[in-house]
């Protein structure tokens, strides 16, 4: 298979690096092609241009200077992507990755009678989400209800890729995990990623 995974944190030395660095030995390690998108360190610029914007929900939608990205997309068997929730949410880059790259001809076909999306990306078989929060779990699931988790399943998932397994991997109260807790949620990774 081949896998994108899309990093999206922007110091190379972060613990998400080391989650998409795992991913990417186990996925290569069980006979697969990745192929790892780091938005940070190819430039990608997150905001939609007045093009992109303007052209929307026409047939003529005009995506500009994302044609790689949006093949890269296609091309893909499956897709990872690894960032750390901010204020209970994804980082902006990651939000503009989406905005960008999951638009009309692309991720869904829009039905403008039944006034709902059709999900087009059916070459993706799976989507993972591997992610770390500062907060605690209690909090994120029962005070903010895990807004990131229902966003990419009930939202992303559910409307632009039906057919997908969704999973979401999470490491819990970030900023106090010790070094032992750290290499526990590697492994979680690497064996969650080597059931592909």
Known sequence: MRVLIVLA??????????????????LTAGGHMVDLLDLYSEGFDPRLSVGERASYMTPSYRPDGTEELIARLRAADGLILVFPQWWFNLPAILKGFIDRLFVPGVAFDPDPQAGRIRPK?????????????GSPWWIVHLYMGNPVRRLLKRGLAAACMKNARFRM??????????????????ARVRALVSRI
């Open 9 to 26: 944190h922007p110091l190379e030395d972060s613990f998400a690096a080391a989650v998409a660095a795992e991913a990417c030995a186990a």
């Open 121 to 133: 990306l059916d070459n993706i078989r799976f989507f993972h989400a591997l992610t770390t929060t």
């Open 169 to 186: 991997l999470t490491l819990h109260d970030m900023d106090r995990a010790s070094a032992a807790r750290r290499a526990a949620h590697l």
